[in-house]
């Protein structure tokens, strides 16, 4: 069955980068793409961005644009979420999730708590 | 870009009752119209996507309809199971995702 497993828990202080990991496993890796959601405490989801499986090309939301880079290893199956210039309010659970035709996040990853504390 | 507003932002029902959820997004759509269900503590989980098609394992018991800016969620019976929080979600062909802000749904 597809499995999205991503790396632990974070924190990190004002001002650093973290980079989160998601390992996919019971599809083929390169056929599909991954986003990447966050949920800060108690409130929505929001999308932070997306990289195509086959390509690798990216696509950010505005929002991050210019702090977030978003990479895929093809011989891990492991795609990649780097933000960079951490505030307090990135504080946010992050979940990697595939994306499926049409368009749909069919799984999703279990999360991974980034706290940003100085 | 896209936005979409979901209402109600939270509602009280009873287990057997039928809710309904609306989503309207800023302009119309033609599809990539889902839905997601939402527990304390866990991920996301599809239920519905490209508007009325249930994802695997989904019960009958919801559905998805709507068009152009108009969209619902109907849970028919609710069940325990189902008291937790729907966000529905649009996908335009970059692809860029917009989330709507959510709905709760909890025990009257």
């Known amino acids: 069955q597809v499995q999205l497993v991503q790396s632990g828990n974070e924190m990190q202080k004002p001002g650093a980068s973290v980079k989160v990991s998601c390992q996919a496993s019971?599809?083929?890796?390169?056929?599909?793409?991954i986003a990447w959601v966050r949920q800060a405490p108690g409130q929505g989801l929001e999308w932070v961005g997306w990289?195509?499986?086959?390509?690798?090309?990216?696509h950010y939301s505005l929002k991050f644009e210019g702090r977030v880079t978003m990479t895929r290893d093809l011989s891990t199956s492991t795609a990649y979420l780097e933000l960079r210039g951490l505030k307090s309010d990135d504080t946010a659970f992050y979940y990697c999730?595939?994306?499926?035709?049409?368009?749909?996040?069919?799984?999703w990853g279990q999360g991974t708590l980034v706290t940003v504390s100085s | 870009d896209i936005q979409l507003t979901q209402s109600p932002s939270s509602l009280s029902a009873f287990v057997g009752d039928t809710v309904t959820i609306t989503c309207q997004a800023s302009?119309?759509?033609?599809?990539?119209l889902n839905w997601y269900q939402q527990k304390p503590g866990e991920a996301p989980k599809l239920l519905i996507y490209?508007?009325?098609n249930l994802d695997t394992g989904v019960p009958a018991r919801f559905a998805g309809s709507g068009s152009g800016t108009d969209f619902s969620l109907t849970i028919t019976g609710l069940q325990p199971e189902d008291f937790a929080t729907y966000y529905c979600?649009?996908?335009?062909?970059?692809?860029?995702?917009?989330f709507g802000p959510g709905t709760k749904v909890d025990i009257k």
């Open positions: 990289i195509a499986g086959n390509t690798g090309n990216a």
């Open positions: 490209d508007v009325s």
């Open positions: 019971g599809y083929t890796f390169d056929t599909l793409g």
């Open positions: 302009q119309a759509v033609t599809h990539y």
């Open positions: 999730a595939r994306e499926n035709i049409p368009r749909s996040l069919d799984s």
């Open positions: 979600q649009h996908c335009d062909n970059l692809p860029r995702f917009t």
